[in-house]
């Protein structure tokens, strides 16, 4: 085994997940980008870039990639869940089938992949975990439940991988993003195609969910400021949990200080809900 450090970073074919991928190769970092379609990277061609296809939901996939790995290199150094989903909208209008796409993307597959790719991790004797979770995961708002719930369970899943890889010597961290420029909004509002109508209990408040929708594009950092900011942090000594990005720090002050009647009032005036 060489002295290489590899890394897995899926979710590379946009936004944060490529800017991550291009810091990490500008450090000398074999990286392995997970894209569902590997011709999304055509624009990325490096000598350490080894784009592999990863449905983060189909565990053919994830076998795939985590045997590949195991097979050429024996180990990983830093595995980065950052493949997500979001579904917006009122709970009430959510369908089973989106509240699962919801967690099986956002909390089962970063399980299911730390699982396959174990072996790999220990054998890295000091390897990385990192979650990319969110600010949205410690203060949950309305027309974004689901979100909300899937990042806080992330949380806590991060938080019991913490201590039961401390063992085999892997370090689990928390990525809490704030408002980072990306196609989030633009996925967002996608996923809204369709769900509220002139019929729904919710036509009235259409423009707040499509504005909570986009909310993470109010004022954004770019993406490579934060990819450069997160890789130095990851290369080094990280915290535990890292919050980053524009307003990344209000909402786990609101959940922190204010009574939760005060935040109820401020979000419920915020989304015309009262």
């Known amino acids: 085994m060489d002295d290489t450090k590899i890394a897995l970073i899926t979710g590379c074919s ?6 991550l991928m291009q810091e990490f190769l500008h450090n000398h970092i074999k990286v392995y980008a997970g894209v569902r379609n ?10 350490v870039l080894t784009p592999i296809a990863l449905d983060v939901t189909k565990e053919d996939d994830i076998a795939r990639c985590a045997e590949e790995i195991s097979r050429r290199h024996g180990k990983l150094d830093y595995l980065i869940n950052n493949a997500g989903f979001a579904a917006m909208g009122p709970l009430m209008e959510l369908s089973t089938e989106q509240l699962e796409r919801q967690f099986h993307t956002n909390v089962y597959a970063p399980v299911r992949l730390t699982q396959a790719l174990l072996p790999s991790l220990k054998a ?7 979650n990319i979770g969110s600010v949205s995961g410690i203060l949950t708002t309305p027309f974004s439940g689901a979100y909300c719930a899937s ?8 938080d019991a991988l913490r201590l039961e890889l401390a063992p085999w ?6 990525v809490q993003p704030g408002a980072i420029e990306s196609s989030f909004g633009d996925n967002s509002l996608a996923s809204l195609d369709g769900l509220i109508d002139d019929e729904s209990e919710y036509a009235a408040f259409k423009p707040q969910i499509e504005a909570r929708a986009t909310a993470s594009q109010q004022n954004p950092t770019s993406t490579t400021a934060f990819a450069r900011q997160l890789t130095a942090q990851l290369l080094s000594q990280p915290s535990d949990v890292i919050r980053l990005g524009s307003g990344s720090w209000i909402l786990p002050w609101m959940q922190r200080w204010l009574p ?4 109820d009032g401020i979000l419920g005036k915020k989304f015309g809900l009262k």
């Not at 946009?14 to 800017?19: C, F, Q, T």
């Not at 890295?124 to 990192?130: L, M």
């Not at 990042?151 to 991060?158: E, G, Q, Y």
């Not at 010597?169 to 928390?174: D, G, K, L």
């Open 124 to 130: 890295a004797n000091n390897a990385k975990v990192i």
């Open 38 to 47: 590997v011709h999304s990277l055509q624009d990325s061609e490096h000598q």
């Open 151 to 158: 990042k806080a369970a992330l949380h806590s899943v991060s």
């Open 14 to 19: 946009s936004g944060i997940g490529k800017a």
């Open 260 to 263: 939760t009647p005060i935040r």
């Open 169 to 174: 010597n892997i370090r689990v961290i928390t």
